[in-house]
């Protein structure tokens, strides 16, 4: 059965591992960056993830104990910028994805806005994102204009609080 839950400090080795076999396939796809870096959910450090799960809303995804996906949402006033939702190889295209954006965002009711940026190079993403109320708002390239990234935002009715 899948679960919903805030990630923990222990299950921050797996999220980033889960992250890193769900971004490969875009990571070969772009190859290296100007920088000569790999692209940021690729070279993103267990720190930073470990900083999120102690400062900002990070979800995980379970099947029964296994954990097959993750999302944070990084809050600054009234908006909410989502980072790395993830599902675990094997996991895709059953939901697992859907389940976590929409917990995130139930569980971050009192902002405006949700915030994110995803490549365009993945023919799915946009879309995925349209279907759950993401409207593009820009597209900006990068790395010499091999990399077009779609920023994506969806406006919601903030929750008042007490009510
Ligand atoms: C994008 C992602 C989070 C979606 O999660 P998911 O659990 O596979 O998605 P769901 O099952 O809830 O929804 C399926 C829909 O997502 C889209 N999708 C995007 N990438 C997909 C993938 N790799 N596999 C299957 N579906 C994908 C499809 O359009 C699919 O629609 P369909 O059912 O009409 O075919 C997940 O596939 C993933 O981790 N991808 C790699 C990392 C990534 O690109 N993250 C988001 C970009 S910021």
């Given at each position: 059965m899948l679960t919903i839950e805030s990630a923990s400090l222990e299950d921050a080795p797996t999220m980033?591992?889960?992250?890193?076999?769900?971004?490969?396939?875009?990571?070969r796809r772009v190859g290296s960056l100007?920088?000569?870096?790999?692209?940021?959910p690729l070279a993103e450090s267990l720190e930073s993830i470990i900083e999120h799960i102690q400062t900002q809303t990070a979800l995980v995804a379970r099947d029964d104990e296994r954990i097959v996906g993750?999302?944070?949402?990084?809050?600054?006033?009234?908006?909410?910028?989502?980072?790395?939702?993830?599902?675990?190889?094997?996991y895709q295209g059953r939901g697992?994805?859907?389940s976590l954006l929409q917990a995130l965002e139930r569980k971050l009711a009192q902002v405006?806005?949700?915030?994110?940026t995803t490549n365009?190079?993945?023919?799915?993403?946009?879309?995925?994102?349209?279907r759950h109320g993401y409207r593009l708002a820009e597209v900006t390239h990068h790395s010499q204009k091999r990399?077009?990234?779609?920023?994506?935002?969806k406006r919601v009715a903030p929750a008042i609080s007490g009510a």
């Open positions: 980033l591992d889960i992250q890193r076999r769900a971004f490969a396939k875009e990571g100007e920088d000569g870096q790999q692209i940021p993750a999302v944070r949402g990084i809050v600054t006033d009234q908006a909410c910028v989502i980072r790395a939702l993830v599902v675990d190889i094997g697992v994805g859907s405006s806005r949700f915030d994110l365009m190079l993945m023919e799915n993403n946009v879309t995925f994102y349209e990399i077009p990234l779609a920023q994506m935002t």
